[in-house]
């Protein structure tokens, strides 16, 4: 079943929900009702679905995935609106700040840059089509640049951060270099992309729920604390985990040579 809410698209089929941005016109840019009302609904919606185990984040058309806020809606807002967009994208735009628990790939399908490199950042597993590149271009129109830079921070190489973010609009990364970083984990002929991200979200699908969501949560939780306390937090989330049935159903299940049952 597909949804449309004119410039988002829903659509739920196997477990899986799709995403997409569809605003090709306009390189999937982001306005104001996209960032503030529609994708926290549709974060929320695929979040509380219980027929939902993964989500994929996309945009519509080859061109771009997201070229960010949209210039042209911003500069029809009023000033006290303006000043106030930067904290609205920051709390709403993508899945980490929607506090989504359940998986999300981001299939990044042409031009990613400002904005739209937050939800590649915050995704559990991005990848792209071999002609998608990536810019930050906000310290070229006067804007800071800080939340995907500092979420991948804890991963890509700094130097290289630094210079995509100091150098703005005039520093642009092809697919394979966003691989190399680590801003992506695989890169695939553009035709092949939508079949990849679904047949990456089937896999992560047909395992337990409740565990995938566990581990999610101990992995993105370990960024923020030093090892010790990491490895303590993993402790307690597993001693939680131990308490579900699908630790039990997963072993018995193998052992009996049959597909597992899991629980929601």
């Known amino acids: 079943m597909a949804e449309s809410d004119s410039d988002i698209l829903w659509d739920k089929s196997e477990g899986i929900a799709t995403i997409t941005l569809n ?5 999937n840019a982001l306005t104001p009702r996209m960032w503030r009302e529609q994708l926290p609904e549709m974060w929320q919606a695929a979040e509380k679905d219980p027929a939902v185990r993964v989500i994929v984040f996309t945009g519509a058309g080859e061109r771009a ?3 960010g806020a949209d210039v042209q809606a911003l500069s029809a807002l009023s000033e006290s609106d303006r000043q106030n967009a930067p904290r609205d994208q920051v709390l709403l735009i993508s ?10 790939i981001c299939a990044v399908n042409g031009m990613c840059a400002g904005g739209g490199l937050m939800f590649v950042a915050d995704s559990d597993i991005a990848i792209a089509a071999e002609h998608a590149t990536f810019f930050n271009p906000a310290v070229s129109i006067g804007q800071l640049a800080f939340v995907a830079p500092t979420t991948w921070s804890r991963w890509v190489p700094f130097p290289a951060l630094m210079g995509m973010t100091l150098m703005g609009s005039k520093e642009r990364l092809d697919a394979r270099r966003a691989l190399e970083l680590g801003i992506v984990t695989e890169v695939v002929a553009g035709a092949a992309l939508g079949q990849r991200a679904r047949e990456l979200a089937s896999l992560i699908a047909s395992n337990s729920p409740a565990a995938v969501r566990a581990s999610k949560r101990i992995l993105w939780e370990s960024l923020e604390r030093n090892l010790r306390d990491a490895h303590a937090f993993a402790e307690l989330v597993g001693a939680e985990y131990r308490g579900h049935p ?15 049952r899991w629980k929601d």
Do not use: I, Q, Y
């Open 23 to 27: 605003r090709p016109h306009r390189l």
């Open 95 to 104: 899945a980490r700040h929607n506090k989504v628990t359940k998986p999300v």
């Open 246 to 260: 699908d630790s039990v159903e997963g072993p018995r299940a193998f052992m009996e040579k049959r597909p597992p």
């Open 65 to 67: 995935f997201c070229s």
